[in-house]
């Protein structure tokens, strides 16, 4: 399981990239909204991949 | 410096005139390290100044308060160099501080000279290198053979030794995620609307910060949040990000079959 979730996370990275890769290239290519469209998906990706790293501190 | 000047002294200085040699050339060799520094400050800051300060200074139409600024600024660079040998902190102020400040109010005065759309791309891009050796320029590197927690000024304690190990493929993840981050600082360039095109370099330079800043959290994190139990405690943690991810993943997929 941990293998899983740690292979996602450099997935979701890696998604992450590719997002951010596309928006500036949809950018070049006059396409604003898709370009807005895989930038916030390019975010979502990274947070999500980070998130699934970073246990919260346990409530006392 | 002193310490290594004194072992020197020591060890050369037994013989005849031995002392005053080795004094001597501790004396050049301070002398030459001197003048490395300045010039290391000197020649890319007034390569800096000459090429993005002076060149739309000279141009027709540029006023003549921006022109009495541009000069100043380089006077506050020499005079800067010249003192920062006996008062250092005053010399960074001028030379540093004072120049930069006055750089750019020259170019807050040259006003559409300057523009993006009247800028030559080959001077721009070479005057940007120069004041990227500038600011190398006012950095250090350790000296050969010397160690920093000899000086006399270093605080003593434990060595800090490394709390673990990498965790495995830490490398492998940060330079995926470093080749990642190069794809839109190279797309960028594809970009030919002028507008358009300052605003892609800095969303560009935004996702390859963001990008690597992840990548080193994934690469490093990864062993050491691995005991966390039960593991699927990380996706619960994951699961507002990744709901919304979902969601904006399903849109993208509608819009697309809609078209």
């Known amino acids: 399981m941990r293998k899983i979730i740690d292979a996602l996370s450099i997935l979701l990275l890696l998604g992450g990239a590719a997002a951010f890769a596309l928006g500036v290239r949809a950018l070049g290519d006059e396409r604003d909204l898709a370009s807005l469209y895989w930038l916030v998906a390019g975010a979502l990706l990274l947070r999500s991949s980070t998130d699934l790293l970073r246990p919260k501190p346990e409530s006392r | 410096m002193q310490a290594t000047a004194w072992a020197k002294l020591v060890v050369y200085g037994r013989g005849r005139g031995g ?8 004396v050049e060799e301070r002398a030459a390290n ?23 200074s000279s141009l027709h139409g540029a ?38 400040v006055l750089c750019v109010l020259a170019w807050l005065l040259l006003g559409s000279i300057i523009a993006v759309d009247r800028l030559e791309p080959i001077k721009a891009a070479l005057g940007a290198l120069g004041w ?14 010397h160690v920093p927690e000899d000086d006399p000024r270093a605080l003593p304690g434990d060595p800090l030794a490394p709390r673990g190990k990498l965790p495995d493929g ?83 997929a509608l819009e697309f079959l809609a078209n």
């Open chain 2, 132 to 145: 990227v050796l500038f600011a190398f320029g006012w950095g250090g590197s350790r000296e050969p053979e």
């Open chain 2, 170 to 252: 830490a490398v492998v993840v940060l330079s995926l995620a470093i080749a990642g981050a190069a794809l839109p600082l190279l797309l960028a360039w594809r970009v030919t609307r002028s507008a358009h095109a300052l605003f892609a370099h800095a969303v560009a330079i935004g996702c390859a910060v963001a990008l690597v800043s992840a990548g080193a959290d994934i690469a490093v994190r990864r062993g050491r949040w691995s005991a966390v139990e039960p593991q699927t405690r990380r996706l619960g943690q994951a699961a507002a990000s990744l709901t919304i991810l979902a969601i904006v993943i399903v849109v993208g």
């Open chain 2, 34 to 56: 001197e003048l490395l520094r300045r010039a290391n400050v000197l020649l890319p800051g007034m390569y800096a100044w000459a090429a993005t300060v002076l060149y739309p």
């Open chain 2, 63 to 100: 006023s003549t308060p921006a022109r009495i600024v541009a000069g100043v600024a380089l006077a506050t660079l020499l005079v800067g160099v010249a003192v920062s040998r006996r008062r250092p902190s005053l010399g960074r102020a001028l030379a540093l501080h004072g120049f930069v």
């Open chain 2, 19 to 26: 002392i005053v040699r080795v004094m001597a050339a501790d």
